[in-house]
């Protein structure tokens, strides 16, 4: 993933955990539209591995 999509999915994170969602996808919607498929996959895979980071809640622990 390019350095300048991680850093605009970084910054929808901290706004979305600021409460400020229509400033979060202001900066993330055009990355990921611009996206080509092999890095979209990659955008997928962060956006799974990071919800916390949009959530500011710790991940919960499978028993």
Not at 35 to 58: K, M, N, P, Q
Request: hydrophobic content about 40%.
């Amino acid at each position: 993933m390019r350095p300048s999509t991680l850093r605009a999915l970084k910054r929808a994170a901290e706004l979305t955990r600021q409460n400020r969602l229509t400033e979060a996808v202001l900066i993330a919607e055009p990355v990921i539209l611009a996206a080509d498929s092999y890095e979209g996959d990659e955008i997928l895979r962060w956006l799974a591995d990071h919800v916390t980071d949009f959530t500011g809640e710790e991940p919960e622990e499978n028993c």
